[in-house]
């Protein structure tokens, strides 16, 4: 095998978008090749019977999922699996396919670890993401979809873009995912309100039983994170992912004025608003953490303080393909060391 670490200068001379359909490329043989199970999977893919515990009607072999916006449009579930991951999160997957924002709209910062993203929901739209996730669908490791609202459509009928994509793809994942905190998409942040939540957590579950997630914004106060993550849960959603990419460009010494920043700079602001949900929250719903993780260590604090699962995205693009399983081996490490014999038993040890 090619070690990550002596390719990445390589890889990271390209434009990141560019580095990112090279990826792409490179996860989706899989599936179309239907590569079978083989010694680079055996030897990636951890799970133990530490790490094992059921959500969502599945069996979620380990904790560590891919976070929303690498595979935007279900090419590269197997290959995902291959690296290690234990769940996929496709998307934001909306109703019309589109192109996204103007180009360029990727931009790393080496120095911080960290990724600045302006890319607007770009995406192949509804149909053909269907038609992909039919395929595959239901697969070994569990998959969730992430949903959005087009750019084209306006505040008053973005519900409409929610309920019919979940109408449309609610029986091909196993659980689906309110998208209303990007920060590339024009008015989607305003949708964070009770009027809003309260309508589509109503209409949404008057059109399936599959578990159906909350995603917030790091960059509200703690106070109205809690407020609005508590009235989603009373309307009834089953779970909060927290948190999205942050506009707080202070983060970093060189941002850019578009976008929203992923990475090693959002894994405190993250964590905050995460730990002031699960101090509300745990024991009431599922709760996945994501935002700078990029260590057993840093995934086995947001479990501690009360995530079930937590998820990767930037991490990956600096640490490379080995970081999954070596998370994976070191956090049943730390489990094991606390005196826990299942993972079940370390969710939410800092909330008890």
């Known amino acids: 095998m090619i070690d990550y670490q002596t390719i990445k200068p390589w890889l990271f001379k390209l434009q990141p978008e560019s580095a990112h359909h090279l990826a792409e490329f490179a996860l989706r043989l899989p599936n179309i090749c239907q590569i079978p199970f083989n010694p680079f999977l055996e030897s990636h893919f951890v799970t133990n019977e530490i790490l094992k515990q059921e959500l969502f009607g599945r069996t979620f072999l380990n904790p560590i999922g891919l976070g929303a916006g690498f595979d935007k449009n279900a090419t590269m579930i197997r290959g995902m699996q291959i690296l290690g991951f234990g769940f996929t999160e496709i998307g934001t997957v909306t109703p019309k396919p589109q192109e996204g924002n103007p180009k360029p709209r990727m931009f790393r910062h080496i120095e911080e670890r960290s990724i600045q993203n302006a890319m607007g929901f770009n995406n192949d739209g509804l149909l053909k993401v269907q038609r992909r996730l039919k395929e595959r669908y239901p697969f070994t490791t569990p998959i969730g979809i992430n949903i959005g609202k087009n750019k084209v459509t306006p505040e008053a009928e973005a519900i409409n873009d929610y309920t019919t994509l979940i109408k449309a793809l609610h029986e091909l994942g196993d659980y689906m995912v309110i998208n209303i905190s990007s920060p590339n998409t024009p008015g989607l942040r305003d949708l964070q309100n009770e ?45 909060i992912i927290a948190t999205n990419t942050t506009i707080d460009y202070s983060l970093v010494k060189e941002p850019k004025d578009i976008g929203g920043l992923s990475g090693a700079v ?64 070191e956090l049943t490490e730390l489990i094991r060391a606390d005196g826990y014999t299942n993972i079940t038993q370390a969710i939410g040890a800092d909330r008890k």
């Open 266 to 329: 959002l894994c405190e602001k993250s964590f905050e608003i995460f730990e002031a949900v699960a101090k509300e929250l745990y024991g009431k719903t599922t709760l996945i953490s994501v935002g700078g993780i990029d260590s057993a260590k840093e995934a086995y604090r947001r479990i501690k303080a009360g995530a079930s699962l937590v998820q990767i995205y930037s991490g990956l693009i600096f640490g490379g393909p080995d970081m999954i399983k070596e998370i994976n081996l």
């Open 195 to 239: 009027e809003f939540i309260t309508r589509l957590f109503e209409e949404a579950k008057a059109i399936t039983t599959k578990p159906i997630l909350l995603k917030i914004a790091p960059d509200m106060s703690k106070e109205d994170a809690v407020a609005l993550t508590t009235l989603a849960v009373e309307k009834g959603a089953d779970g």
